[in-house]
Each structure stands twice: as structure tokens, then as C-alpha cells.
């Protein structure tokens, strides 16, 4: 499956972004999705991940309250709303698709090429 995430950009701090990623191939539904962060100077980081169906979801701590992640599967696509954003949050934030999900980035197949957000303070 190949993965395109789009969406990012600069945002004030306090501010809004979503992010999607669409993948393609039909077999999209059979995927755990995961969103990963990479922050300047830091190591990929988890964010949020999501089962099949959408009926179960889990969060990193830093961003659990601020982050919803959700997926139409009718659409082949996966989205990360961000709220309450933070300079923190700054990264170049990836999607991932994998059979066992979880928050390992080893737990994830396929990746895309990533999405730059940036939060000015």
C-alpha cells in the first residue's frame, strides 16, 4: 500500500490543523493506521493510532485531549485533527499503516513520506 499525507503548514500557537493521509489499493480497511511524529533534533515519536474499524483509538500522552484521530475507509483515508496546538508540536508528522498496530513504529509496514507542521509561538 502506498501512503500520501497532506495537510500540513504553519499554524499559530492555540490554533487548528487536520492532516490526512489517503492510501491507495482497496485493501485499506485491513489496516491499523498510526500518526508519528519527527520533531527537529528529536527521534520519530508516536502521536495516535487507530484499528480497523475505527473503534478503537489511543494517544500519546502529550497530545491525548488535543489530538482526535479518525479514518473513512470508504475513502482510504486516515486524518489527525490537531487543536489547541503547541510550538511543541512542531514536526514533520507521518502516517503508517500495519497488520498489528500499537505504538511501535515497528509495528507499522508502510509509511508515508510525512507532512511538515509548524507551530509559531
Known amino acids: 500500500v502506498q501512503l500520501q499525507a497532506s495537510g500540513g503548514g504553519l499554524v499559530q500557537a492555540g490554533g487548528s490543523l487536520r492532516v490526512s493521509c489517503t492510501a491507495s489499493?482497496?485493501?485499506?480497511?485491513?489496516?491499523?493506521m498510526g500518526w508519528f511524529r519527527r520533531a527537529p533534533g528529536k527521534e520519530r515519536e508516536f502521536v495516535a493510532a487507530?484499528?480497523?474499524?475505527?473503534?478503537?483509538?489511543d494517544y500519546a500522552d502529550s497530545v491525548k485531549g488535543r489530538f482526535t484521530i479518525s479514518r473513512d475507509n470508504a475513502k482510504n483515508t486516515v486524518y489527525l485533527q490537531m487543536n489547541s496546538l503547541r510550538p511543541e508540536d512542531t514536526a514533520v508528522y507521518y502516517c503508517?499503516?500495519?497488520?498489528?498496530?500499537?505504538?511501535?513504529?515497528?509495528?507499522?509496514?508502510?509509511w508515508g513520506q510525512g507532512t511538515l507542521v509548524t507551530v509559531s509561538s
Open positions: 503508517a499503516a500495519g497488520y498489528g498496530g500499537g505504538t511501535s513504529q515497528y509495528e507499522y509496514d508502510y
Open positions: 489499493g482497496r485493501t485499506f480497511s485491513t489496516y491499523y
Open positions: 487507530i484499528s480497523r474499524r475505527g473503534g478503537i483509538t
